[in-house]
Structure formats: structure tokens, C-alpha cells
């Protein structure tokens, strides 16, 4: 686990692909377990330790959570997360470029409208509005081009479930390695290439600004440092 910021009231860390933010049904030791027991030994902290779990991540994505160390911390960010006060960027790779877009550093509005299949823990996308259906709204930008993949930014101006993966499989764009979206094969390592790679918010106790990146994993820095300035 590497923290990337902490204080008395919040702390963020990487989450690497693979690891579930809470728990869940699989019995798995969570991340939120893995943080506290690390607070704990770190500040030597003799009783129970407080840590709320304000935003998850997909477990075969990697990159930036945060997680609240105090009751006040957490009711003000659960609050921040849910009013879209907290700016989330994230990176991916693909193996299509969005058809008709060039690399030329602008954002592109993608408008759908999401329904979630519980069963197969899954969402559909649809160009309009249904049933059930709730509306998702990201913004995109192409960072650079490979041989063979391509790198994206993110930023999403709604939370829907698994938004980024199922509207980019919606234009022809599956995440690399992102089989439930139509990925053509697999990561090695069982990973999607999708990162959580940058937060930035108004900190809930403070209020100082708050602006953290992750680290770049292998494949995502190697696409970026080929891009053409």
C-alpha cells in the first residue's frame, strides 16, 4: 500500500488492481482493512480505528481513494462526493481511438443514458433515454498515441455504475484488458487499464485545496512520454 497524502482527518492512498476498496461477499481483505491496520501501527494508536469509506474503485482498476479518518471528515465528504464537488481524473488505454477524433488536446462530451443489470453486475448504454435508464455524462481527450494503444483522460461529470467502461465499450472503445466490455483478451495480470489518476477538492475540515496524482503504472507512462508535444 503507498499513501500519497494523510492527515488528521483524511488520508489517500494507491489502490493497486486487484484489491477491493470494502468488503464484499468474496471474503477478500479489503483495502479499507489494509489502511486501518497501517494507521494503526503507524501512529501507534492503542484502540480501534476509525475509517470511512467515502468513494470505491472497480476492483481490476488501479489508482487514487480516499478515505475519511474522522466522523466529521467523512459526513462532509460523503456529502462532497454526492453534490460533485470533488474532481476526479482518470487515465485508460484502448485499443480504438473514438472514430473521427484526432489528438488535438480538446474534451469530448459523451451523453448516454445507463442501465444496470444487477445480475451481471453490468451496465448497458443507450444513445436514448428508457426505462430504468439513468443519464451519464464524461468528458474525454485524447493524451497519446502508441502503435498499438491509446491513451485517454477522463473526467466524469456524473457517478454512474462502471460509467467509464461501458459508455467507452458504447463508441467502439473498450478498455484494454476489460473483457466484460468487449476487450479483446485479457491483462496478464487480470488488471483493466483504468486508472484513477488525479483528485482534487476543497479539504472538508480545513478547507485548503487539495490535488494528489497517483503514479503512472508501466504501460500508461510508456504511451505518454510517446506523445508528441
Not at 103 to 112: T, V
Amino acid at each position: 500500500m503507498e499513501v500519497l497524502y494523510e492527515d488528521n482527518h483524511i488520508i489517500i492512498v494507491y489502490k493497486e488492481s486487484g484489491e477491493i476498496v470494502q468488503g464484499d461477499k468474496t471474503g477478500d481483505v479489503p483495502l479499507s482493512d489494509t489502511v486501518k491496520a497501517w494507521i494503526k501501527v503507524t501512529h501507534n494508536k492503542p484502540s480501534n480505528v476509525f475509517l470511512g469509506v467515502v468513494h470505491r474503485l472497480d476492483r481490476p482498476a488501479q489508482g487514487i481513494v480516499v478515505f475519511a479518518k474522522t466522523s466529521k471528515a467523512l459526513t462532509r465528504l460523503n456529502k462532497m462526493f454526492a453534490t460533485q464537488e470533488v474532481h476526479k481524473t482518470y487515465w485508460v488505454i484502448t485499443e480504438n481511438l473514438p472514430q473521427t477524433e484526432n489528438i488535438d488536446g480538446n474534451f469530448h462530451f459523451l451523453r448516454n443514458w445507463l442501465v444496470r443489470n444487477e445480475k451481471q453486475n453490468k451496465s448497458y448504454a443507450y444513445d436514448l433515454e428508457r426505462a430504468n435508464s439513468k443519464e451519464a455524462i464524461l468528458e474525454y481527450r485524447i493524451l497519446a498515441s502508441g502503435k498499438k494503444y491509446h491513451l485517454l483522460e477522463v473526467k466524469l461529470h456524473t457517478g454512474r455504475h462502471h460509467q467509464i467502461r461501458c459508455q467507452l465499450a458504447h463508441i467502439g472503445c473498450p478498455i484494454k484488458g476489460d473483457l466484460k466490455y468487449g476487450a479483446k483478451r485479457s491483462n496478464p495480470d487480470g488488471s483493466i487499464s483504468l486508472l484513477a489518476r488525479k483528485i482534487e477538492f476543497e479539504h472538508p475540515v480545513s478547507h485548503k485545496i487539495i490535488s494528489v496524482e497517483s503514479p503512472l503504472p508501466r504501460l500508461f507512462s510508456e504511451i505518454y512520454s510517446s506523445k508528441v508535444e
